[in-house]
């Protein structure tokens, strides 16, 4: 299913929770939503299933509008707080869900057979909700949200409470669904995203301040060039002077604990490697390292969202 948001706008009060966004995610496309707190991405996805009216503009679901249509059932949704019924066992709210979500009957069976099997429920089955851990609650809640095979995942916070195993898990089975539906993760765990989204897109204020792959947007914040090098040489300050004296260089920092090593941070859109290598071999400093750092994400994103 592909989706359309268009010129989306939600305000509470005087505070503009979405502010006129527009983006697209396509059939068998993982997109991964992140922004900080109150940055608009649980509003824009409660709008997306239908849970928040629209105020201004629209969601167009394989160019239907969800204003005129009622696309709830091809939707999944795992909210942030996952709400579940800890009296009931694990299979009775799975077929209280597909119920809900209008499974015929003579598919509740096998679907619950499906989820309890994709999701890693098998052991935990007959158990009461409320007798399971954090992280197979979340399973639960996976569950539910896929019990009617919809085409669109929505999915907030996935992994919360998981542990390494059932992280590592829970990617490769988002992976596998992303292959024919449309998947939006939200998480704030960004080498999740990494590892398993195809797109990024960064909303901040309600606005969209970075829409695409993880390494376009390395590309886009890698004006400066980050080098690590390790000079030896009788005198570390005298390195760091010299090092900060040649033109290409913006700026030079000490590594803690980390004895004749520097990091060092270009000009924008010049290259120091020529010049500290000529520096070294006119002082007869000897070079022993020259590590270019790629730009993290977690940098990329606490740029955008700082302000």
């Not at 270009?266 to 010049?275: A, T």
């Amino acid at each position: 299913m592909d989706i359309s948001i268009d010129r989306l706008t939600k305000s509470y009060g005087y505070q503009k929770a979405v502010d006129d966004i527009s983006f697209k995610v396509k059939t068998g496309e993982i997109l991964g939503f992140l922004g900080p707190n109150g940055a608009g991405k649980t509003t824009t996805m409660k709008i997306i299933t239908g849970y928040l009216d629209i105020e201004e503009g629209d969601v167009l679901m394989n160019g239907l509008s969800i204003k005129n249509n009622n696309m709830k059932g091809k939707i999944g949704y795992l909210p942030e707080h996952n709400p579940l019924y800890l009296d009931m066992p694990v299979i009775d709210y799975l077929a209280f869900c597909a119920a809900l979500q209008k499974v015929p009957a003579n598919l509740v069976d096998e679907r619950i057979k499906q989820m309890v099997k994709l999701c890693g429920l098998d052991i935990e089955k007959h158990k009461k909700i409320g007798e399971l851990s954090k992280g197979y609650r979340q399973r639960v809640g996976l569950a539910q949200a896929m019990i009617h095979d919809p085409e669109l995942l929505i999915l907030d916070e996935p992994t919360t409470g998981l542990d390494p195993n059932q992280i590592v898990e829970i990617r490769d089975l988002i992976r596998q669904l992303g292959k024919e539906k449309t998947v939006i993760l939200s998480t704030h765990i960004l080498p999740e995203v990494e590892a398993t989204c195809d797109r990024i897109l960064i909303i901040n204020r309600g606005k969209i301040v970075a829409d695409g792959t993880a390494d376009t947007l390395r590309k886009q914040a890698q004006g400066q060039q980050v080098l690590q090098v390790k000079i030896e040489a009788p005198n570390r300050d005298q390195v760091f002077h010299a090092l900060h004296a040649l033109p290409s260089i913006s700026t030079v920092d000490f590594l803690e604990g980390q004895e004749a090593k520097y990091e060092i941070q270009s000009v924008s859109d010049r290259q120091s490697n020529h010049d500290i290598f000529k520096m070294c071999c006119e002082k007869g400093w000897v070079l022993t390292e020259m590590v270019p750092l790629e730009t993290k994400l977690e940098d990329i994103f606490r740029e955008l969202t700082m302000n």
